[in-house]
């Protein structure tokens, strides 16, 4: 997005520094990973206990008073020594001698009046400035410091041949010292400097200035004055110093520090300079004195290109304003920066003017700025950032007689955007617009150029794009960062985005199909949001993993989860949610699928096993145990009454009397059947129950005729039962006659079990192989029972 669209006038505004920067953090760089940082320590001495693969070595702002070759001979990798601000009065470059690889040398503001010479060979960095010499300290050695960039120096006096040693270095930066120059009244001296590419100049920050001399310089491209002091008596000589050092072809920036002046001696600078061929004039930290008045000013054919103004103190309270403003409006230049200055206006000009950039941050500029001004026709950026700007329906309205106009930044203001029900109005040929840092909200979008193709909105109080806002077709660009936004906004109405800047916002659900809608995103930055890691956000999280990194700026680390409290802080790659939790049709359908599943396996059981035939036999006989449970202690503890229970059919009676029953009483045995034995008053299944707990063995008759009574396979169920229950072997199974297995119903699946299962006595119908079969019902009984009468008397 766009900060500060001042390209081309901070790249000159610096040119001349980045020269010399460049070089030193070149030096910085390669010692960095040894670095000894003391300064600042009160230390009186170079320390001996430092590294011996010591390259950067900072002492600055220190006491130390005297440097010896001890002292650092045994830092051989030394590559840069810094002792600005220490005591140092005297210096014998042979102390370096056996530092061969030290390019970095910082000795400026100490107290040195002389230094010895030495032959030195490695310097690109040499800083002998604000010191105390009396004459430029230039040793005839300093002419083989092929590599050298950076010089600074201090002098009380000049003399022409001074930098002679040095004639024939090609030099970045030459930094002269000159705040104790001091030369009698009338007297003028001269100073040649041949190939540097930037002369600075400091002067006395207290005095006015008064110094006389001829610094002629042959291809110096930058040129910068510190501390100047003027007023209107001496305002003639500054320009005479300034007459010879303008004079080369060469010179396209020139830049002033700390100018104390009268605006007519200002005016007057500016005159003198407006037909030299400097292109960038820069003045930083301006103050003007005594008054303001009108003054002529020729505004004559000029190379200048830019004017650039920061910082302006005005001790003048009472003036005309026009006086002032006129001289900058009417200037005949394409670029001018007045910046951090208690300017509260700014005229239009009076005919066309030929500015393509202005910057006015921060003064105290109204809305009430170009109103009605129909004569900026070619200005291309401006810039109004921290003034006092309220209205953007008014900001519109100042464009519309701009045609040229492209960039505009009104951030940090105090502007607002529901004041007025009719529509914005708006130059259409703005492409980049910076409304960040105001007090906008949704309304904004119904208030913004139609063709406009970047766009920050930042830092405002925006909490919804409102659906119903005319299409920004053109919009490429958008950030919306720090405002109360709950969505990812979709590219209906911006067709063409492809950045998106959406971070430290309120977004919790973030649209799944934002993707999709965007086609052209080749940038999103949308961390830092209060993501709700649900169900909803699985979506966009699936779909944001599918989009190159490059494209989703600060993934993983900057998108979080914040609700709900077991997952905050997880990253959204390390949050998932099962695909049955989230998709309700999915878990009805799956629920949906289960029960049929149930309802067809109950289906099966009821119709082809006769569940509820069985259920209510488990119902009864649950209930005849919990009855059983209630009988008195000494009832329980009675021994078996019968040898066997006979379960049968009616329709099978005669056999079982004629044959079985007489059989088994003869042998002795105890037999109990239904007949006989029931107790009246109970149920038929709690007989049945008591018969086959009384009996030491339950025998079933099985034919066709016991299939087809229910109250057989009663008996046989319960007996079945009860020998899983008291894990015994209690079953007699008799064939009176055979039972063809698809005349058994399904219903009585346990008495196919049994038959399947268990070894049944088949019933001979040849007389000679009967007596095997009751030798067979004879073993079964093998064990001498105790039976207990119904009178509680013991039989055996």
């Given amino acids: 997005m766009t900060k500060d669209k001042e390209p081309v006038v901070k790249s000159f505004n610096f040119v001349c520094l980045m020269i010399i920067i460049v070089g030193t953090r070149i030096q910085f760089s390669d010692g960095s990973e040894f670095a000894v940082d003391q300064s600042k320590r009160g230390l009186t001495h170079v320390p001996k206990d430092l590294p011996l693969k010591t390259k ?30 220490n005591k140092i009065q005297l210096l014998d470059l042979s102390v370096f001698k056996f530092n061969q ?63 002679l040693p040095i004639a024939h270095l090609h030099l ?40 006389q001399v001829n610094i002629s310089v042959n291809t110096l491209g ?18 005479k110093f300034l007459l010879e050092l303008t004079r080369g072809p060469t010179l396209l920036n020139f830049t002033l520090n700390h100018i104390e002046t009268t605006w007519k001696c200002l005016v007057r600078v500016f005159q003198f300079l407006w037909p030299k061929p400097v292109e960038y004039l820069n003045i930083y930290n301006l103050t003007i004195i005594e008054s303001i008045h009108e003054e002529d000013f020729t505004y004559s054919k000029t190379t200048l290109k830019a004017l650039k103004i920061e910082h302006i103190t005005n001790q003048v309270f009472i003036f005309s304003q026009t006086a002032l403003y006129t001289v900058f409006s009417e200037m005949n230049i394409m670029m001018l920066t007045i910046s951090d200055t208690p300017f509260i206006h700014m005229l239009c000009p009076h005919a066309p003017s030929t500015f393509k950039f202005l910057n006015f941050t921060q003064n105290v500029f109204t809305d009430s700025i170009f109103e009605k001004c129909s004569t900026l026709v070619k200005l291309e950026t401006l810039i109004l950032q921290k003034n006092g700007l309220k209205d953007l329906f008014k900001v519109g309205l100042m464009t519309k007689d701009m045609p040229s106009l492209e960039i505009l930044d009104v951030s940090w203001n105090s502007l607002e955007s529901g004041r007025h029900k009719e529509n914005c109005t708006w130059v259409e040929s703005i492409v980049v617009l910076n409304l960040s840092s105001n007090t906008l909200t949704d309304s904004v979008f119904r208030c913004l150029p139609p063709r406009i193709k970047v766009l920050d909105l930042h830092n405002n109080k925006i909490k ?31 067709s063409s985005l492809s950045v998106l800047i959406i971070d430290h916002n309120s977004v919790s659900h973030p649209s799944a199909d934002f993707f999709q809608s965007c086609q052209k995103m080749r940038s999103i930055k949308a961390g830092n949001n209060p993501f709700q890691c649900t169900c909803e956000l699985r979506e966009f999280v699936k779909n944001i993993e599918q989009v190159s990194s490059e494209v989703v700026e600060g993934w993983p680390d900057s998108y979080k989860c914040d609700y709900p409290e077991s997952y905050r802080g997880t990253p ?68 078996l009454q019968f040898h066997a229970f006979i379960s049968y059919s009616e329709h099978d009676s005669a056999w079982v009397k004629n044959e ?16 006989r034995n029931f107790v009246p008053g ?13 009996s030491y063995k339950s025998i079933f008759v099985l034919s066709p005729n016991f299939v087809q009574s229910e109250w057989c396979h009663y008996e046989l169920y319960f007996a079945h039962h009860n020998l899983f229950h008291e894990g015994s072997n209690n079953l007699i199974l008799i064939l009176l006659e055979p039972i063809p297995q698809n005349s058994i119903p399904n219903k009585y699946h346990k008495l196919r079990a049994l038959m399947t299962q268990r070894t049944y006595l088949q019933w001979p119908k040849e007389k000679s192989k009967r007596g095997l079969f009751w030798a067979n019902i004879r073993a079964t009984f093998n064990v001498k029972l105790t039976l207990v009468t119904e009178n509680n008397d013991v039989k055996s």
């Fill in 56 to 85: 950067v070595l900072d002492m600055s702002h220190n006491y130390i008073a005297e440097l010896q070759v001890s002292d650092i001979r045994f830092l051989s990798e030394l590559k840069v020594l810094r002792l600005s601000h």
């Fill in 101 to 163: 690889d030290l390019e970095y040398l910082d000795l400026s503001h100490n107290q040195l009046q002389k230094i010895s010479c030495h032959p030195i060979m490695s310097f690109r960095h040499l800083d002998l400035s604000f010191n105390d010499f009396k004459a430029l300290p230039i040793c005839k050695q300093f002419g083989n410091l092929s590599q050298l960039n950076f010089l600074g120096l201090s002098a009380m006096k000049l003399q022409k041949l001074d930098l």
């Fill in 172 to 211: 970045s930066y030459i930094l002269l010292d000159l705040r104790n120059y001091y030369i009698k009244e009338n007297e003028t001296e001269s100073l040649q400097i041949l190939n540097a590419k930037t002369l600075h100049l400091v002067f006395h920050p207290t005095s006015l200035f008064s110094i």
């Fill in 222 to 239: 930058c040129l910068q004055l510190t501390n100047i002091k003027l007023n209107d008596d001496n305002c003639q000589v500054f320009i």
């Fill in 464 to 494: 919804s794009i409102p659906k119903q806002v005319v299409k920004l077709e053109a919009l490429q660009e958008l950030n919306v960062a720090f405002n109360s936004l709950t969505d990812l906004p979709g590219c209906g109405s911006f």
């Fill in 572 to 639: 959204l790659k390390d949050f998932h949610m099962s695909e049955l939790s989230c998709n309700i049709t999915l878990l009805i359908v799956t629920i949906g699928a289960t029960m049929l599943v149930l309802a067809v396996t109950v289906t099966f059981l009821c119709i082809y096993l006769d569940l509820p035939w069985y259920l209510r036999m488990v119902c009864q006989w649950t209930q005849t145990r919990r009855r059983a449970r209630n009988v008195p202690l000494e009832e329980l503890q009675r021994n």
């Fill in 660 to 675: 079985l029953v007489p059989y088994l009483e003869k042998e002795g045995m105890q037999v109990c059947l239904h007949e």
């Fill in 682 to 694: 109970k149920s038929i299944v709690e007989n049945i129950i008591n018969c086959i707990e009384k």
